[in-house]
C-alpha cells in the first residue's frame, strides 16, 4: 500500500516535466511553403487537348472505318454469293458434260461402242497376256434413251389419218394430222383408237 | 415565381405519368417494337446433303436456286414485253407469265421456281436494267427470294433409288416424294440456322447486337453403286427386256466379298430430273418392292442345303422319271423325257424340276425351310429403302408336302430380287451369307434404323465345302454341251450361275402362263468377286432363263470383271458328269 502511495507522489512530480515537453513539442510553427515551382501551363493543355482530340478523331475515324468495312463487307458477301452461284451453274456445266448418257452417246456417234466381251488382261510383271479378249462389234451398241413416259390415253395421238374426199373438208384426199386435244381426236375412225402408236420417244 | 414552380411540376408529372406509362404498362411490346426497328433477321440455310455414288460421283445435289417473284401492280403496264423475254430467257410459258403479270389486286405472283441462281440474277438484272421507270430508275416489277433447287445431273441413272424431290413446301423445307430422298430425309436435310442483328441502310452496324444460330448442313449419303456400272446395267437391262418384248425387268450388281450392291437396275423406270412425265407407279425400286416366285434359280439354295446337310453329293446318282406322280398334280420337266440317269450336278445343270423334288426329299421336316430362312428369305434386307416386302416362305401348316416340294424347285415361294441376289451370294461368298448393303458406310433412316456397309451382318449358312461343291455343280449351268446355259458364259473365266424360269402369278392373282425368266451368277468361279442377277418379267412366250437372262450376264459380268480389272483365274471348268 505505501509503495503505492510513493508511486503516485513519483508521477506527481514527474507530471509537470512530461507535460512541459509535450507543450514544446506542440507549439506548431507553420511549414514554410516550398517555393512553387511553376510548371508551364501551356504544354499540359496542350498535351490534353492532344490527346482528346486525338482520341475524339481516332474514334471517329475508326468507326468510320468500321463502317467501310461494313459496307465493304456486304459488297464482298454479295460478290461472294455471285462468285458461288456461279460456281455452282459451272459445276452444273460440268456434271452435265460428265453424265455417262451424254458420253456414250457421243462414243456411239464417233463409232464406239462398249464391248460386251471381257477385256485381256496385261500382265505388267511378267508381260503376258491373260483373257480371251474378242474384238466389239456393232451389235454392242446401247440403246440411249429410255422410251419416253407414256401417256395418259386421252393425250394420245393417234396416228396421221387419211380423211376420204368430201368427209368433213371439201379439200380431196389428204393427210390430216389430228393434234393431241381431246375432241379432235374423237373425230378420227375408230381402228386408230388403242392400238395406234403413241407418237412417245 | 411559384407559377414558375408549378408550371415545371406540371411538366414533370407529364413526364412521370409517360415513364409509367412506358415502363409499367406493357414494357415488353415497346421494347420489341424498339428492337424491330433497325434489326434484320436471317435465316441461315443449311444445304442438304447430296447423294454420293462409292467414287463420289454426285447423283443428287443441291445448288443455290432463286423464285422469281413478280408485283402485278408494276409489271402490268409492261407485261408483253417482259413476258416475253421471261419466256425466252427462262423457258417459262409466255401465255401463263403474261397473266400471272397481269393479275389484279395481287402483289405477289411467282414467275418462275428453282431457277439456278446465276441464271435468275442475270435475268433480274437484266429486267431491272431494260424497262427502268420514267425518273430512270431500275424497274422494281421483280424480285428474288431463295429457292433451293436439286438437281439430279444422271437423268435416269439411279432414279429407281434416289427418289427425287418435289416443289418445296410454303416455309421452304424440302419435299421429299420417293427413294432414298425420302428414307434419309432427315438425314440430308440438315437444320436451318438463323442470324439476327441491326442494320442501317442495308449494311450490318459493326459491334451492333449480333446473335448467330449456326445453320446444321444436312449430310452426305455416299452409296455402294458405282455411277457407270449402274448406267451400263440399266441400259444393258432395257435392252434385255425390251429384246425379250417382256413387261419389267431387274439386274442386281453385287460385289461377292462385301455383300455391297455395285447397280440395282429396274425398267422401266424414270427420270429422277423430270418425274412428273412418267407414272407414279415407277417411282420406286421393283428389286425390293416387288415379290415373284424365282424359279429354278433356287434350286441352288435347296442342292447347297442338301450338300451341306451331308445328303447329297454332286456325283450322287438319281433315276429321273418324266413325270412325279405326287399328291395333288404330277410334277414335271420343262423339257420331255423318259428316266434320265443323272448325277445331282446333272440335275442342276439340266434344272430338273423332279430330280431336284427326288433329292429334296431326303430333307427332314423343317429342314428346308431353315435353310431358306437363313439364306435371308421371308426377311426384308432392310438396306435403307422403304416399302421393301418381306417375300413369302410358308411357314407351320401352310408348309404341305405338296408346297414343300415345290419350293425345293423354286415355286410356292416368293421372294425380292435383292433377297435372292443375297442368298445366291452366299455359296459366292464362301457358305457365309453377308447381308447386302446400299450405304456406304453407316447412316441413320428417318425410321431411326442404323444401316450401312459398316453394319452388314455375316451369318455363316453352308459350310465351305458345301458352298465350293455347290459352284462347282452350278459351272455345269453354263457347258455348251451339258448346261442349259451356255449364253451366259464369260470368255476366259469361269463362271457359276443358274437359271430360273418360273411360272408368274398375274395381275389376278393366279399363273396365267406368263412366266419370270432369271439368271444368277458369279465369276470367277473359283475365287468370287461379283454376283449378278438378272430377272425380267412376262417375257415373249419361249424365253427362257438361258437364252434371256443369260447373255445379259455375260454383257454385265464382262463389263464388270474389265472395270474392276480382275484377271481370269486360268483354272479349268469343273467337268463333273452330269449323268451316269
Known sequence: ?201 | MQIGFLLIAIVLSVFAGRLVQLQAIDPGSYAQMAAREGRATVVLPATRGEILDRNGEALAETVDGRMIIADPAVTKKVAPELATMLARRLGVDYFQTLERLRVEGSRFQYVARQVPASKAQKVVADVRKKFTDDDGRPFAGLSTERDPLRIYPNDDVAANLLGFLGTPRDDGSAQALAGLETSFNSWLSGKDGEATYEVGAGNQIPLGDKTVTPAVDGRDLRLTIDRDLQFYTQRILQQTVTRAAGQSGIAVVMDSRTGQLLALADYPTYDASDPYRYDEGLYKSSALTDVYEPGSVEKVLTISSLVDAGLAFKEQKFRVPGKLYRQDRPIGDYWDHGTLRLTLAGILAKSSNVGTVLAADQFRRGALRRYLTAFGLGQRTDIGLGGETNGIVPKGAAWTSQVGDRIAFGQSLSVNAVQMAAAVNTIANGGVRIAPSLVQGAATTDKGQQVGSDQAATTRVISADAARETMLMMERVLDPEEGVAPGAAVPGYRVAGKTGTAQRVGEDGTYDGSTTVSFAGFAPADDPRFTIYVVVHSPRAGSGGGSVAGPAFSKLMSYTLRRYGVPPTGGKPNQTPVEW
Open chain 1, 1 to 201: 500500500m505505501s509503495s503505492t502511495a510513493a508511486q503516485v507522489r513519483r508521477l506527481q512530480s514527474v507530471a509537470p516535466r512530461v507535460a512541459q515537453a509535450a507543450l514544446e513539442r506542440a507549439r506548431l510553427t507553420v511549414v514554410p511553403r516550398p517555393r512553387r515551382t511553376r510548371a508551364p501551363r501551356v504544354p499540359f493543355v496542350a498535351f490534353v487537348s492532344v490527346i482528346l482530340l486525338a482520341g475524339v478523331v481516332g474514334l471517329l475515324l475508326f468507326n468510320t472505318s468500321m463502317q467501310q468495312a461494313s459496307f465493304r463487307a456486304t459488297a464482298l458477301q454479295g460478290q461472294a454469293t455471285d462468285l458461288g452461284a456461279q460456281q455452282e451453274a459451272l459445276e452444273m456445266d460440268i456434271q452435265s458434260l460428265r453424265e455417262p448418257q451424254r458420253l456414250a452417246r457421243l462414243a456411239q456417234e464417233m463409232g464406239m461402242v462398249i464391248p460386251s466381251t471381257p477385256a485381256g488382261i496385261l500382265d505388267l510383271t511378267t508381260g503376258r497376256i491373260t483373257g480371251d479378249p474378242v474384238p466389239a462389234s456393232g451389235d454392242d451398241a446401247l440403246p440411249l434413251h429410255m422410251p419416253g413416259p407414256k401417256k395418259p390415253a386421252q393425250l394420245r395421238r393417234p396416228a396421221d389419218v387419211k380423211v376420204a374426199a368430201g368427209s368433213r373438208t371439201d379439200r380431196t384426199d389428204r393427210t390430216v394430222r389430228t393434234d393431241r386435244t381431246p375432241q379432235r381426236t374423237e373425230r378420227t375412225p375408230k381402228r386408230n383408237g388403242d392400238g395406234a402408236p403413241t407418237g412417245d420417244r
